[in-house]
T-cell receptor, first 113, second 117 residues
Framework: GAGVSQSPSNKVTEKGKDVELRCDPI?????LYWYRQSLGQGLEFLIYFQGNSAPDKSGLPSDRFSAERTGGSVSTLTIQRTQQEDSAVYLC???????????FGDGTRLSIL | AQKVTQAQTEISVVEKEDVTLDCVYE???????LFWYKQPPSGELVFLIR??????QNEISGRYSWNFQKSTSSFNFTITASQVVDSAVYFCALSDPNSNSGYALNFGKGTSLLVTP
Protein backbone atom coordinates (compact mmCIF):
# COMPACT_ATOMS: atom_id res chain seq x y z
CA GLY A 1 0.00 0.00 0.00
CA ALA A 2 0.93 3.63 -0.20
CA GLY A 3 1.21 4.23 3.52
CA VAL A 4 1.86 2.44 6.78
CA SER A 5 -0.99 0.08 7.56
CA GLN A 6 -1.90 -1.02 11.09
CA SER A 7 -4.43 -3.56 12.25
CA PRO A 8 -6.70 -3.79 14.02
CA SER A 9 -7.70 -0.15 14.22
CA ASN A 10 -9.44 -0.79 17.52
CA LYS A 11 -9.07 -3.56 20.04
CA VAL A 12 -11.03 -4.05 23.24
CA THR A 13 -10.00 -6.90 25.47
CA GLU A 14 -10.23 -8.07 29.04
CA LYS A 15 -7.44 -7.66 31.53
CA GLY A 16 -5.12 -10.64 31.48
CA LYS A 17 -5.62 -11.52 27.82
CA ASP A 18 -2.85 -11.44 25.23
CA VAL A 19 -3.07 -9.09 22.23
CA GLU A 20 -1.18 -8.89 18.97
CA LEU A 21 -0.89 -5.68 16.97
CA ARG A 22 0.25 -5.66 13.37
CA CYS A 23 2.14 -3.12 11.28
CA ASP A 24 2.75 -3.24 7.55
CA PRO A 25 5.33 -0.55 6.65
CA ILE A 26 5.76 1.36 3.44
CA UNK A 27 7.33 -0.88 0.82
CA UNK A 28 11.10 -0.48 0.72
CA UNK A 29 11.38 1.08 4.17
CA UNK A 30 14.02 -0.78 6.14
CA UNK A 31 13.47 1.04 9.44
CA LEU A 32 10.36 0.39 11.50
CA TYR A 33 9.34 1.95 14.82
CA TRP A 34 6.69 1.36 17.46
CA TYR A 35 5.47 4.19 19.67
CA ARG A 36 2.73 4.45 22.27
CA GLN A 37 0.49 7.47 22.77
CA SER A 38 -1.44 7.93 25.98
CA LEU A 39 -2.91 10.93 27.76
CA GLY A 40 -0.61 10.68 30.72
CA GLN A 41 2.65 9.82 29.00
CA GLY A 42 2.37 11.53 25.63
CA LEU A 43 4.22 9.86 22.76
CA GLU A 44 6.73 7.24 23.90
CA PHE A 45 9.19 5.30 21.78
CA LEU A 46 9.01 1.56 22.31
CA ILE A 47 11.27 -0.24 19.83
CA TYR A 48 13.05 0.06 16.49
CA PHE A 49 13.81 -2.50 13.80
CA GLN A 50 16.46 -2.21 11.15
CA GLY A 51 15.54 -5.02 8.83
CA ASN A 52 14.51 -7.87 11.10
CA SER A 53 16.81 -6.87 13.93
CA ALA A 54 15.96 -4.82 17.02
CA PRO A 55 19.29 -3.55 18.44
CA ASP A 56 17.81 -2.18 21.65
CA LYS A 57 14.69 -3.43 23.42
CA SER A 58 15.07 -1.31 26.54
CA GLY A 59 12.23 1.00 25.54
CA LEU A 60 9.64 -1.73 25.95
CA PRO A 61 7.66 -0.96 29.14
CA SER A 62 7.87 -4.43 30.66
CA ASP A 63 8.73 -8.04 29.86
CA ARG A 64 5.08 -8.55 28.92
CA PHE A 65 5.84 -6.65 25.72
CA SER A 66 7.62 -8.24 22.78
CA ALA A 67 7.98 -7.44 19.11
CA GLU A 68 9.23 -9.10 16.02
CA ARG A 69 9.66 -8.35 12.37
CA THR A 70 9.89 -10.91 9.62
CA GLY A 71 11.05 -10.68 6.03
CA GLY A 72 12.10 -7.10 6.62
CA SER A 73 8.47 -6.11 6.33
CA VAL A 74 5.52 -6.82 8.63
CA SER A 75 6.01 -6.36 12.36
CA THR A 76 3.92 -7.53 15.28
CA LEU A 77 3.83 -6.09 18.78
CA THR A 78 2.56 -8.58 21.35
CA ILE A 79 1.38 -7.71 24.83
CA GLN A 80 0.90 -10.64 27.20
CA ARG A 81 -1.34 -10.62 30.26
CA THR A 82 -2.62 -7.16 29.47
CA GLN A 83 -3.13 -4.62 32.24
CA GLN A 84 -5.32 -1.54 32.31
CA GLU A 85 -2.27 0.71 32.08
CA ASP A 86 -1.57 -0.79 28.66
CA SER A 87 -4.58 1.07 27.29
CA ALA A 88 -3.25 3.52 24.70
CA VAL A 89 -2.91 4.13 20.99
CA TYR A 90 -0.04 2.11 19.55
CA LEU A 91 1.55 3.78 16.56
CA CYS A 92 3.83 2.26 13.98
CA UNK A 93 6.13 4.28 11.72
CA UNK A 94 8.58 3.46 8.99
CA UNK A 95 11.39 5.27 7.21
CA UNK A 96 13.79 4.47 4.41
CA UNK A 97 16.59 4.12 6.94
CA UNK A 98 17.09 5.27 10.50
CA UNK A 99 17.24 9.05 10.77
CA UNK A 100 15.08 9.76 7.77
CA UNK A 101 11.56 11.22 8.26
CA UNK A 102 9.22 8.68 9.77
CA UNK A 103 5.79 8.07 8.29
CA PHE A 104 3.12 6.94 10.69
CA GLY A 105 0.14 4.64 10.45
CA ASP A 106 -3.29 5.43 11.87
CA GLY A 107 -2.54 3.46 15.01
CA THR A 108 -4.31 0.76 16.99
CA ARG A 109 -6.46 2.00 19.84
CA LEU A 110 -6.17 -0.59 22.60
CA SER A 111 -8.64 -0.60 25.47
CA ILE A 112 -8.23 -2.97 28.40
CA LEU A 113 -11.37 -3.54 30.43
CA ALA B 1 19.26 13.64 28.56
CA GLN B 2 17.12 15.04 25.84
CA LYS B 3 14.01 17.08 26.36
CA VAL B 4 11.51 18.86 24.13
CA THR B 5 9.26 21.50 25.66
CA GLN B 6 6.15 22.85 24.06
CA ALA B 7 4.95 25.29 26.66
CA GLN B 8 1.69 26.14 24.91
CA THR B 9 -0.81 23.40 25.68
CA GLU B 10 -3.72 24.93 23.77
CA ILE B 11 -4.05 27.89 21.41
CA SER B 12 -7.25 29.25 19.96
CA VAL B 13 -7.27 31.73 17.08
CA VAL B 14 -9.75 33.12 14.62
CA GLU B 15 -9.34 32.22 10.98
CA LYS B 16 -6.81 34.35 9.07
CA GLU B 17 -4.81 35.17 12.17
CA ASP B 18 -1.12 34.27 12.26
CA VAL B 19 -0.06 31.88 15.00
CA THR B 20 3.33 30.75 16.28
CA LEU B 21 3.88 27.44 18.05
CA ASP B 22 6.90 27.39 20.31
CA CYS B 23 9.38 24.56 20.72
CA VAL B 24 12.44 24.56 22.96
CA TYR B 25 14.78 21.61 23.16
CA GLU B 26 17.66 20.34 25.25
CA UNK B 27 20.44 18.09 24.02
CA UNK B 28 24.15 17.60 24.58
CA UNK B 29 24.68 16.36 21.06
CA UNK B 30 26.15 18.54 18.35
CA UNK B 31 24.44 16.63 15.55
CA UNK B 32 20.73 16.12 15.72
CA UNK B 33 17.50 16.48 13.78
CA LEU B 34 14.41 18.44 14.71
CA PHE B 35 10.95 17.65 13.41
CA TRP B 36 7.41 18.96 13.39
CA TYR B 37 4.42 16.66 13.01
CA LYS B 38 0.72 17.46 12.73
CA GLN B 39 -1.95 15.21 14.25
CA PRO B 40 -5.43 16.14 12.96
CA PRO B 41 -8.58 14.84 14.66
CA SER B 42 -8.40 11.74 12.45
CA GLY B 43 -5.35 10.71 14.49
CA GLU B 44 -2.61 10.06 11.95
CA LEU B 45 0.70 11.84 12.57
CA VAL B 46 1.69 13.76 9.47
CA PHE B 47 5.32 14.72 8.86
CA LEU B 48 5.80 18.44 8.20
CA ILE B 49 9.52 19.18 8.33
CA ARG B 50 12.94 17.89 9.36
CA UNK B 51 15.79 20.26 10.15
CA UNK B 52 19.46 19.29 10.52
CA UNK B 53 21.28 20.89 13.45
CA UNK B 54 23.86 22.35 11.10
CA UNK B 55 21.31 24.12 8.95
CA UNK B 56 19.90 27.23 10.59
CA GLN B 57 18.23 28.58 7.48
CA ASN B 58 14.60 29.39 8.01
CA GLU B 59 12.19 27.35 5.95
CA ILE B 60 8.98 28.47 4.28
CA SER B 61 6.42 26.18 2.71
CA GLY B 62 3.26 27.94 1.65
CA ARG B 63 1.60 29.32 4.77
CA TYR B 64 4.01 27.42 7.03
CA SER B 65 7.38 28.72 8.18
CA TRP B 66 9.94 27.50 10.67
CA ASN B 67 12.50 29.50 12.63
CA PHE B 68 15.44 27.44 13.95
CA GLN B 69 17.78 29.23 16.38
CA LYS B 70 20.55 27.17 17.95
CA SER B 71 21.53 30.05 20.23
CA THR B 72 18.21 29.77 22.05
CA SER B 73 17.64 26.04 21.33
CA SER B 74 14.34 26.84 19.69
CA PHE B 75 12.54 25.59 16.61
CA ASN B 76 9.34 27.60 16.31
CA PHE B 77 6.59 27.04 13.78
CA THR B 78 4.42 29.82 12.34
CA ILE B 79 1.21 29.41 10.41
CA THR B 80 0.27 32.50 8.42
CA ALA B 81 -3.36 33.30 7.69
CA SER B 82 -4.61 30.29 9.62
CA GLN B 83 -7.47 28.19 8.32
CA VAL B 84 -9.98 25.91 10.02
CA VAL B 85 -8.21 22.92 8.46
CA ASP B 86 -5.11 23.82 10.45
CA SER B 87 -6.89 22.73 13.63
CA ALA B 88 -4.84 19.86 15.01
CA VAL B 89 -2.30 18.91 17.63
CA TYR B 90 1.22 19.86 16.58
CA PHE B 91 4.23 17.99 17.91
CA CYS B 92 7.84 19.07 17.94
CA ALA B 93 10.38 16.25 18.15
CA LEU B 94 14.12 15.72 18.53
CA SER B 95 15.97 12.71 17.20
CA ASP B 96 17.56 10.38 19.73
CA PRO B 97 21.32 10.31 19.04
CA ASN B 98 21.48 6.60 19.74
CA SER B 99 21.77 4.69 16.49
CA ASN B 100 20.47 1.60 18.30
CA SER B 101 17.12 3.38 18.47
CA GLY B 102 17.29 4.25 14.79
CA TYR B 103 17.33 7.90 15.82
CA ALA B 104 13.87 7.49 17.27
CA LEU B 105 11.88 10.60 18.03
CA ASN B 106 11.60 12.28 21.42
CA PHE B 107 8.35 14.20 21.25
CA GLY B 108 7.15 17.23 23.11
CA LYS B 109 3.72 17.10 24.75
CA GLY B 110 2.14 18.82 21.78
CA THR B 111 0.20 22.05 21.23
CA SER B 112 -3.48 21.80 20.42
CA LEU B 113 -4.44 24.47 17.89
CA LEU B 114 -8.06 25.40 17.33
CA VAL B 115 -8.90 27.72 14.45
CA THR B 116 -12.44 29.02 14.46
CA PRO B 117 -14.28 30.66 11.56
Amino acid sequence: GAGVSQSPSNKVTEKGKDVELRCDPISGHTALYWYRQSLGQGLEFLIYFQGNSAPDKSGLPSDRFSAERTGGSVSTLTIQRTQQEDSAVYLCASSLVGGQPQHFGDGTRLSIL
Amino acid sequence: AQKVTQAQTEISVVEKEDVTLDCVYETRDTTYYLFWYKQPPSGELVFLIRRNSFDEQNEISGRYSWNFQKSTSSFNFTITASQVVDSAVYFCALSDPNSNSGYALNFGKGTSLLVTP
